[in-house]
């Protein structure tokens, strides 16, 4: 794939405008800092919200259901979630990252998100029975005929949540994703303490999807027109990119999912989905909160190179602060916590969740590159990866699946992930002239932190090894909350400060406030 190549730049440090930058650049700079910080600001108190709710949910949910109960789910998913990377992170997202504002082409595509949304629910419909013939699960046709809706009502919203996202309106935003969540939050928790078992987790999708559409609808409504060959082929052409790229990866990431349930069985998938669950959802909220402000964010200053190389090390030296001891923190307490708070059952999932702690920990790196990788028109580099990922992916997977369980497939992810991670970083090196170290000074100051914290975790646990589990298990966070904090203030002020001093920027913004 050929780049241009820019001239190597002065390493940027995070709370630092460009070096190139006269007053009006930092003028320029400063409300750029104020966008991003009020747009995380507003995402994250809302979420911040959302999550208190929904995990307290998902601790009762995980006693009441059983593991054959997430597999049957887990398995409608894989082909539930397809349809949303043609409409809402295909086609709609495009509007953003190609910066369309003519209403006419915005309608056309409404039209066509509304279009690919019921053709995917028909094919879905069509596809229930056969799907769960090839699993063996009858219970399985069911599911899927019931989530046939859900691509419908994703290609009607779709649009309407990114013309919010283009005007970056975080707040609208903000509040789609907190009425998403507690829709399906308290649908799922209704349901499974009526006893209705697998059934709560599909409902719960299905009510946040319909939710969803309705409230996006309200917002952001525009009448569809009638697509036009000559108006679409530019946007449809860039947007094949956008398309593939997500669509390759979600097949590819997934496949371990269709593997194990081919190889194993349903209730082993429920144990892996588990430990998937577990071992993403802290660091993956964490970076939706700052994803769902980025995405618009880095579409807006797409062109210029110098703030998207300064904004890529902001937001992973951030994401790192925090992600970087919540998920080592996790991994260390997790034979103690899983136990403790979900119940004896889930222990089978504790060893593949602390393996995907290492994909994890990659992962949310990697969806920040990726993002400013689209935003300077990187959008053919999610293609090539995907590619190369589905056909080598399950093949791995099956042989990993066959010799080492589940166990085995999550290893596949912490070995592959890693390499993951040097394709966007080296193709921003090229296109934006990002220099590596910078990259990885951003993320100096967390690892060693969470280094020596780990450390510490270790020792104590091993020093309470004759301990109850319910005391092993506080001794160790409140370790974990004390050592990495306190490393990480002690040998690196200075870089907090610098980070301090970008998100400081949007303090006039009331969630900033409250947060």
């Not at 190179?305 to 925090?322: D, F, G, K, N, W």
């Not at 290492?358 to 580099?381: C, D, K, P, W």
């Not at 002020?493 to 949007?506: E, H, N, P, Y």
Request: net charge positive.
């Amino acid at each position: 794939m050929a780049v241009t190549e820019e001239r190597r730049p002065h390493p940027v440090a995070p709370g630092s405008a460009p070096s190139d930058s006269g007053q009006g650049s930092d003028e320029a700079s400063r409300a750029l800092d104020r966008t991003l910080a009020r747009g995380v600001a507003w995402l994250g108190v809302m979420r911040t919200f959302a999550q208190v709710v929904t995990w307290s949910s998902t601790i009762l949910v995980a006693r009441l259901l059983h593991a054959d109960d997430y597999g049957i789910v887990s398995i409608a998913a894989i082909f539930v979630g397809i349809p949303g990377f043609f409409t809402e992170f295909g086609v709609a997202r495009t509007i953003v990252l190609s910066r369309i504002r003519d209403e006419t082409t915005v309608a056309q595509l409404h039209a066509l998100c509304i279009g690919i949304g019921a053709a995917f629910a028909l094919l879905l419909a069509a596809g229930a029975v056969p799907l769960a013939r090839a699993y063996g699960e009858p219970r399985l046709a069911a599911v899927v005929l019931a989530l046939a809706l859900s691509p419908l009502a994703g290609g009607l919203a779709a649009v309407p949540q990114m013309r919010l996202q283009q005007a970056m309106d975080y707040r609208r935003i903000a509040a789609l994703e907190l009425v998403r969540s507690l829709s399906q939050t308290g649908t799922v928790l209704g349901l499974a303490l009526a006893g209705v078992r697998y059934w709560a987790l599909p409902a719960g999708i299905l009510v946040a999807s319909l939710v969803h559409m309705i409230a996006s609808v309200r917002f952001g409504w525009l009448r569809p027109r009638r697509p036009e060959a000559g108006t679409l082929r530019a946007p449809l052409a860039y947007a094949r990119h956008v398309i593939a790229g997500p669509l390759l990866w979600h097949v590819a990431c997934h496949a371990d999912f269709a593997v194990i349930g081919r190889v194993l069985d349903i209730a082993a998938v429920g144990f892996y989905q588990f430990a998937w669950n577990f071992a993403s959802l802290p660091g993956e909220k964490i970076t939706n909160v700052v994803q769902g402000a980025a995405s618009p964010f880095f579409g807006s200053i797409g062109d210029d190179h110098a703030a998207l190389r300064r904004y890529l090390l902001v937001v992973t030296e951030s994401l790192a602060v925090i992600i970087v001891p919540v998920l080592a923190g996790f991994m260390c307490v997790a034979p103690d916590m899983i136990p403790v708070v979900f119940g004896a059952k889930w222990v089978p999932a504790v060893l593949p969740l602390q393996v995907l702690v290492a994909y994890a920990l990659v992962q949310n790196l990697v969806v920040i590159l990726n993002l400013v990788a689209g935003a300077a028109g990187l959008a053919r580099l999610g293609t090539i990866t995907g590619s190369v990922l589905v056909v080598v992916m399950p093949l791995l997977f099956w042989g990993a699946a066959r010799w080492h369980g589940i166990v085995g497939v999550a290893a596949v992810w912490a070995l592959v992930q890693p390499l993951l991670l040097v394709v966007p970083l080296l193709a921003a090196r090229r296109r934006l002239g990002l220099a590596v170290r910078d990259y990885v000074g951003a993320l100096r100051g967390p690892m060693i932190a969470a280094a020596v914290m780990v450390v510490a975790v270790a020792a104590v646990a091993w020093a309470m090894r004759g301990a109850p589990p319910v005391l092993r298990l506080v001794a160790t966070i409140a370790t974990g909350a004390a050592v990495y904090p306190a490393v990480l203030w002690v040998g690196f002020q200075d870089r907090l400060r610098a980070l301090r001093t970008v998100w400081a920027a949007g303090r006039g913004s009331p969630a900033l406030a409250t947060a």
